[in-house]
């Protein structure tokens, strides 16, 4: 879950920290995928799911039908943190792949697909091809700036935010370019522009595109040090979204953590076992208060994480290098893997976990892609800057 794709994603329907899996397609709707607690899916999701799998089933060359079960699977492995449903979403695309010219609606699922799986240079190359004949298509666009913003290519990304700047999707572009200034130096007043938004009458928008505001302005509350506001944004998330989402929630967990509260940490992950993210959060808590439920936790996801480095997943760099950070306290361990993951994805929370496995390890200088980072882009956040003044001073001890 990635706290920062939550911006951008809750929009395309992405999950959060799953890889795709083997396609495969159901060939009835009793066929068993998986065992799943009841309450994970509603009774009214499960006949949603399965009346679009029938129509797919009686036309599976329409567009729409594609789309729609498509879409169907990716918001169920975002809600499940089940890989496997964009195993069954990607085999929907393959008899669309030898197409001389592919369908706008199939190449952007595509996009969506590459980027869930960290394959942002051919999702690029995707996005580009539908924005060559659409400039305009604003789900394309959210997708490439979510990619240029991950990579830290903040000009691009504030470029591509401006082009959303239109009458239709103007809130949608003033977030997009707030979440940029948030990222390099501007974090005030891009909070007092977002508080403004949220002041206005939303009622236009969905509930997924105000709990998108609603976190954009917690994450630059919590830059500009506003331990009030950011309370105040939380509670009134919990009742914009009930339940919440597995981002929202992961970042009301991270929250949680910084502020000691590890017991609402654990209640609030209580029954989450299926969510790598949340067992994670919650393992930290249960080690800061030494209970012993820890252990099975533990034991949970070093299984899981092995299981994910046998099937090639490097999907879940950030949530390893964490957990053998936090958790399994082997910090040369963590810095290879924070080291691996800041190659491909560099957000705030990347940054911070290289910081620290970098002080734990006793090698500063692992985290100079970082401190030119934090120089380049002028980001503002006083626990990253403290860190990153700490292994500054590490080096300079060392020359």
Same mark, same amino acid.
């Given at each position: 879950?990635?706290?920062?794709?939550?911006?951008? %994603? %809750?929009?395309?329907?992405?999950?959060?920290?799953?890889?795709?899996?083997?396609?495969?397609?159901?060939?009835?709707?009793?066929?068993?995928?998986?065992?799943?607690?009841?309450?994970?899916?509603?009774?009214?999701?499960?006949?949603?799911?399965?009346?679009?799998?029938?129509?797919?089933?009686?036309?599976?060359?329409?567009?729409?039908?594609?789309?729609?079960?498509?879409?169907?699977?990716?918001?169920?492995?975002?809600?499940?943190?089940?890989?496997?449903?964009?195993?069954?979403?990607?085999?929907?695309?393959?008899?669309?792949?030898?197409?001389?010219?592919?369908?706008?609606?199939?190449?952007?699922?595509?996009?969506?697909?590459?980027?869930?799986?960290?394959?942002?240079?051919?999702?690029?190359?995707?996005?580009?091809?539908?924005?060559?004949?659409?400039?305009?298509?604003?789900?394309?666009?959210?997708?490439?700036?979510?990619?240029?913003?991950?990579?830290?290519?903040?000009?691009?990304?504030?470029?591509?935010?401006?082009?959303?700047?239109?009458?239709?999707?103007?809130?949608?572009?003033?977030?997009?370019?707030?979440?940029?200034?948030?990222?390099?130096?501007?974090?005030?007043?891009?909070?007092?522009?977002?508080?403004?938004?949220?002041?206005?009458?939303?009622?236009?928008?969905?509930?997924?595109?105000?709990?998108?505001?609603? %976190?954009?302005?917690?994450?630059?509350?919590?830059?500009?040090?506003?331990?009030?506001?950011?309370?105040?944004?939380?509670?009134?998330?919990?009742?914009?979204?009930?339940?919440?989402?597995?981002?929202?929630?992961?970042?009301?967990?991270?929250?949680?953590?910084?502020?000691?509260?590890?017991?609402?940490?654990?209640?609030?992950?209580?029954?989450?076992?299926?969510?790598?993210?949340?067992?994670?959060?919650?393992?930290?808590?249960?080690?800061?208060?030494?209970?012993?439920?820890?252990?099975?936790?533990?034991?949970?996801?070093?299984?899981?994480?092995?299981?994910?480095?046998?099937?090639?997943?490097?999907?879940?760099?950030?949530?390893?290098?964490?957990?053998?950070?936090?958790?399994?306290?082997?910090?040369?361990?963590?810095?290879?893997?924070?080291?691996?993951?800041?190659?491909?994805?560099?957000?705030?929370?990347?940054?911070?976990?290289? %910081?620290?496995?970098?002080?734990?390890?006793?090698?500063?200088?692992?985290?100079?892609?970082?401190?030119?980072?934090?120089?380049?882009?002028?980001?503002?956040?006083?626990?990253?800057?403290?860190?990153?003044?700490?292994?500054?001073?590490?080096?300079?001890?060392?020359?």
């Amino acid at each position: 879950m990635k706290q920062m794709l939550y911006r951008f %994603l %809750l929009i395309v329907c992405l999950s959060s920290t799953a890889s795709i899996a083997k396609p495969f397609i159901p060939t009835h709707d009793e066929q068993v995928l998986e065992i799943l607690p009841a309450k994970l899916i509603s009774t009214s999701q499960r006949h949603v799911l399965s009346r679009a799998r029938q129509a797919w089933r009686a036309d599976p060359r329409n567009i729409y039908t594609v789309n729609t079960l498509a879409r169907l699977y990716i918001a169920q492995s975002r809600q499940l943190a089940d890989p496997r449903y964009l195993g069954y979403a990607e085999a929907l695309l393959e008899p669309w792949a030898a197409l001389t010219r592919v369908p706008t609606t199939i190449r952007l699922l595509r996009a969506i697909l590459l980027q869930r799986n960290h394959h942002f240079e051919p999702a690029l190359l995707e996005l580009k091809k539908i924005l060559q004949e659409d400039p305009a298509q604003s789900e394309a666009l959210l997708t490439q700036a979510t990619i240029q913003q991950v990579r830290a290519d903040y000009e691009n990304a504030r470029k591509t935010c401006q082009h959303l700047y239109t009458l239709s999707t103007l809130m949608i572009g003033m977030t997009c370019t707030a979440q940029i200034d948030g990222l390099t130096g501007k974090a005030e007043s891009a909070l007092q522009r977002m508080s403004t938004l949220l002041n206005l009458k939303n009622s236009g928008l969905s509930l997924e595109i105000q709990v998108w505001m609603r %976190l954009t302005t917690i994450e630059l509350a919590q830059r500009a040090g506003r331990t009030a506001e950011v309370d105040i944004h939380f509670k009134k998330l919990l009742l914009e979204q009930i339940p919440l989402a597995p981002e929202a929630k992961a970042a009301y967990a991270d929250w949680l953590l910084s502020q000691q509260r590890f017991e609402d940490v654990i209640a609030l992950g209580t029954n989450d076992n299926h969510d790598d993210g949340m067992v994670l959060r919650v393992v930290i808590a249960e080690e800061a208060l030494n209970l012993p439920t820890a252990t099975t936790h533990r034991t949970l996801l070093k299984d899981r994480f092995a299981a994910a480095r046998l099937r090639g997943d490097h999907v879940h760099q950030r949530e390893e290098s964490r957990f053998t950070l936090s958790v399994l306290q082997q910090p040369q361990e963590a810095l290879a893997l924070a080291q691996a993951n800041w190659l491909i994805q560099r957000e705030p929370a990347d940054a911070q976990l290289l %910081l620290e496995a970098a002080l734990k390890a006793g090698k500063p200088l692992t985290a100079q892609p970082v401190l030119q980072w934090l120089k380049d882009s002028h980001f503002q956040d006083k626990n990253l800057l403290q860190q990153a003044a700490e292994i500054e001073r590490m080096i300079g001890a060392a020359s």
